[in-house]
């Protein structure tokens, strides 16, 4: 409804008076007689008053995704900047500026901390939907993240611990609600939301490959404090760009979304929302399996990289750890393309359980063409060309665009739009899950035949990807079923609908 109208009749809106719950008191009409009409005729006027901003485009997308683009990419240079150098400042004696901590008792905080960065978004989005919102959610959380990271930028442990703590608190509001404002951008049906999330998860591998060439730098080259500083930099730079780009951002209060205006505001969940918070809790369990394979990358396959690989290519020689620019450098390249491939096939693409299940697939394939190479090296006590690993990684980047972006989106569509916030937190509790399965995983190495090894992590991503393959019709019918009166109606989970 424009302003100035009620039914056909001018309203002055200075003169709406709540009376009973849920009923405004208006005088209208030539006479000034009073009239009593839904207050949710006034209150969506609002909301909608302050969504013009989101009308601008960036590539045929909102104008909104390019801001959350650019402050993801600077959360994620202070996150991957710092972790790049993090264990190698714990092990470092006190003549390098270190506190000399053993090995193990490093990777133990190292454990730890990556484990409860993705855990903290789960009251990180509680908070968010009952307190702050958000919009302001993320605010604070970038504020503390950067705190965090100046406090480790001085010498002491007391401030290295509190950075580290203050670290975790900033992710978990930061992360899950930067990406619900993601999915708050876009209608429920729109067939630009995975493309939009793909665009948005190149901005993270943005962050990922250029925070280590300077963290790392200064840290290692410079201070470790001086690396720790930048990454505070890298997040101050993040909350500047989301500041001056708030009028492009969807504006929700707690309790309140936007795009869902229909929503019940009942505690209770109805059927048709228990049935979408199904499907969610078994995407969680297939995503769990997807990153415990996927982020081998830090631990298995960077020894893999390390004793069995050839580090010199053609008559050129690079550190092991190099191999951990592959992936975010493919991401960079390709997620563009999956973005237009998304966009393109619009009504035609696959389902979000069938991106799921290819996105098994992928990881499992990416070891099973590690395989013979694998037991190549170890057998023959040879290293094998970094191509082995390079198309692992190549194959790994198809299977994460598949399935991670993919699951971002899917969460802001089929969580109810009290909990959105809350549930993104628990979706990113698959990522804290499957980082320390990747880790006991990560244990067999030097007890488990290298190539057996794989070739188990690579029959558990294919058997994953068949089991969620057959359960592709039954997750659809789950949210094709409607119960009248149910809520918002939203577009059933196949080609065309949440994809």
Not at 286 to 315: K, N, P
Not at 468 to 492: C, D, F, M, N
Request: net charge positive; glycine share 12%.
């Amino acid at each position: 409804m424009r302003e100035g109208e009620a039914g056909g009749e001018g309203v002055n809106r200075a003169a709406v008076r709540p009376s009973q719950a849920g009923i405004a008191t208006i005088r209208t009409g030539p006479d000034c007689s009073r009239r009593k009409l839904p207050i949710e005729m006034f209150t969506e006027d609002r909301d909608a008053a302050s969504a013009p901003a989101r009308d601008g485009k960036w590539f045929g997308h909102p104008r909104g995704l390019s801001i959350l683009f650019f402050t993801e990419t600077w959360e994620r240079f202070s996150y991957y900047g710092m972790r790049a150098i993090l264990i190698l400042y714990m092990v470092a004696p006190p003549a390098q500026g270190g506190p000399g901590f053993s090995t193990e008792r490093a990777a133990s905080i190292y454990g730890w901390y990556t484990m409860l960065v993705y855990a903290a978004a789960i009251p990180g989005g509680l908070i968010a939907d009952r307190f702050l919102g958000h919009s302001r959610a993320v605010l604070v959380g970038g504020i503390l993240i950067a705190c965090g990271h100046f406090c480790m930028a001085i010498h002491g442990l007391p401030f290295f611990f509190a950075g580290l703590a203050l670290i975790c608190a900033g992710t978990g509001l930061l992360k899950p609600n930067v990406s619900t404002m993601v999915g708050e951008l876009y209608a429920s049906a729109d067939p630009r939301r995975d493309s939009g999330f793909s665009i948005f998860y190149m901005g993270i591998n943005i962050g990922a490959m250029l925070s280590p060439l300077v963290c790392g730098y200064l840290g290692q080259r410079v201070d470790w404090h001086a690396g720790f500083a930048a990454a505070g930099i890298g997040m101050t730079l993040g909350l500047v760009t989301f500041a001056a780009g708030k009028r492009w951002l969807p504006e929700a209060r707690p309790g309140v979304h936007p795009g869902h205006p229909g929503e019940p505001s009942s505690r209770r969940f109805t059927a048709e929302e228990r049935r979408r918070l199904s499907v969610i809790g078994i995407l969680f369990f297939f995503a769990v399996l997807f990153w415990g394979a996927f982020e081998q990358a830090g631990s298995s396959l960077t020894l893999f990289a390390d004793r069995y690989t050839r580090l010199s290519l053609l008559g050129f020689s690079f550190p092991s750890s190099w191999f951990q620019v592959e992936q975010p450098l493919f991401v960079l390249v390709l997620a563009p393309v999956f973005a237009w491939m998304w966009l393109r096939m619009g009504k035609r693409q696959p389902s979000s359980p069938a991106k799921f299940a290819a996105g098994l697939l992928l990881v499992g394939l990416g070891f099973l063409i590690l395989v013979p190479a694998a037991a190549a090296a170890q057998s023959r006590g040879i290293r094998v060309s970094p191509l082995w690993l390079t198309a692992l990684y190549l194959v790994h980047t198809f299977g994460e665009l598949c399935l991670s972006p993919v699951g971002l989106s899917l969460v802001t569509k089929l969580a109810p739009a009290r909990i959105v916030g809350l549930m993104m937190g628990v979706w990113f509790l698959a990522t804290s899950f499957g980082n320390k399965l990747a880790g006991w995983v990560a244990g067999f190495f030097d007890v488990v035949p290298v190539a057996r090894l794989f070739l188990l992590v690579a029959l558990t991503g294919i058997g994953a990807s068949f089991l969620l393959g057959l359960l592709i019709r039954p997750i659809r019918r789950l949210t094709e079923e409607q119960q009248p009166g149910a809520g918002v109606a939203r577009e059933p989970l196949e080609a065309g609908g949440v994809s």
